[in-house]
C-alpha cells in the first residue's frame, strides 16, 4: 500500500506484511479444519496477498507499469491521501492513466485490478485460489449421480 510504503520511508512496512500472512495462514488452517470435520464443505479461498504482491513487484509481467506508486495522492509513492484536495494536504497529483497503476490511491487498487481478481477468483489457476474456483463452486459440473441418488430410488 503506497500509504505504508510512504510511512515506512524504506519503501515497505514489515509489520502489516507479517499481519497479513499470519491472517492468510490462520484462515487456510481454518478452511481445513472445516473441511476435514464437515462432510461436503466446499470453499474457495484466494490468496490475495500473493497474487497483489506479484502485481507490486512485477506489473509489467501483469500488463500495469506502476505497481508501488498511487495513481492520485501525493508525497512519496503518492502515499499522502490527498487524493481530490478534500483533507489537509490539498494538493495531489493525478496519473494519466489509472489502468496502468495497481493503486488507485494510497489505500485502494484501481478499478482494474479488482476486474483481474474478480476474474481470478472466478476461473483462476488453482496454486491462487485452491481448493475450488467460484466457477466450481456456483457452476461445476453436474453428471446424474449429483442428482440422483441410484441407491435410493423414490418410485
Known amino acids: 500500500m503506497p500509504v505504508l510504503r510512504a510511512i515506512a520511508q524504506e519503501g515497505c512496512f514489515e509489520q502489516a506484511n507479517s499481519l497479513a500472512l499470519a491472517h492468510s495462514n490462520a484462515l487456510t488452517t ?4 472445516l473441511e476435514y470435520l ?3 464443505f466446499k470453499y474457495s479461498n484466494s490468496d490475495f496477498y500473493t497474487w ?3 502485481r507490486i513487484t512485477d506489473p509489467c509481467t501483469h500488463g500495469f507499469t506502476q505497481g508501488e506508486n498511487a495513481c492520485c495522492g501525493s508525497g512519496p509513492f503518492g502515499g499522502i ?3 481530490g484536495g478534500m483533507k489537509e494536504t490539498t494538493a495531489y497529483d493525478l496519473c494519466d492513466e489509472a489502468n496502468d497503476y495497481v493503486w488507485w490511491d ?6 482494474r485490478i479488482h476486474q483481474h481478481f474478480g476474474q481470478a ?3 483462476g489457476p ?3 485460489l485452491g481448493p475450488y474456483s467460484l466457477r466450481d463452486l456456483f457452476i461445476g459440473p453436474t453428471t446424474i449421480d ?3 441418488d441410484a441407491d435410493h430410488p423414490t418410485f
Not at 481454518?30 to 479444519?33: A, C, G, R
Not at 494510497?106 to 478499478?111: L, N, V, W
Open 121 to 123: 477468483l472466478w476461473d
Open 30 to 33: 481454518l478452511l481445513n479444519n
Open 52 to 54: 497483489l504482491l506479484q
Open 106 to 111: 494510497s489505500f485502494h487498487p484501481t478499478q
Open 38 to 40: 464437515l462432510k461436503d
Open 146 to 148: 449429483d442428482v440422483v
Open 81 to 83: 491521501f490527498s487524493c
Open 126 to 128: 488453482q496454486a491462487t
